[in-house]
């Protein structure tokens, strides 16, 4: 489907800062990642959230290590310096962006507005 590919791709990088969110608050795993996503309305398999933290790991954002409990294991991520550095940074950007959108989200509400009465 044509639309749910265009829409990944809006997604990718959000999907991305709220994984680094976590991760620079608690160690976080796969599932549930997954689970936290589907909370907020992204619909993710771990067979494509996987490769992403693989991919955020190899960029220096995250670091992970092998949880064992019993019979199962369990990789364990969590922000690096340059993933909470990164974070920072990009929450300004994000801010801005948010700012801006629902701004002019509002402003197309009350386009019957008269110019003269704006701002
Ligand atoms: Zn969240």
């Known amino acids: 489907m044509q639309e749910a590919t265009d829409d990944k791709i809006l997604y ?3 999907i991305r800062l709220h994984i680094l969110h976590h ?7 796969g599932l549930w990642m997954v689970e936290e996503l589907q909370r907020h309305g ?4 771990t067979g ?10 190899t960029k220096g954002y995250l670091q992970s290590h092998i949880e064992r409990d019993g019979k199962t294991s ?7 310096t340059l993933g ?7 929450l300004g950007k994000v801010r801005e962006l948010f700012r801006e959108l629902v701004e002019e989200h ?7 507005r008269p110019k003269h009465a704006r701002k």
């Open 48 to 57: 494509t959230l996987y490769p992403i933290l693989h991919g955020m790991e």
């Open 84 to 90: 909470k550095r990164a974070l920072k940074s990009a």
């Open 42 to 45: 992204y619909k993710l398999s």
């Open 12 to 14: 990718s990088g959000l």
């Open 23 to 29: 991760a620079a608050k608690e160690p976080i795993y």
């Open 74 to 80: 369990r990789r364990i991520y969590q922000s690096t």
């Open 106 to 112: 509002s402003d197309h509400k009350k386009i019957t």
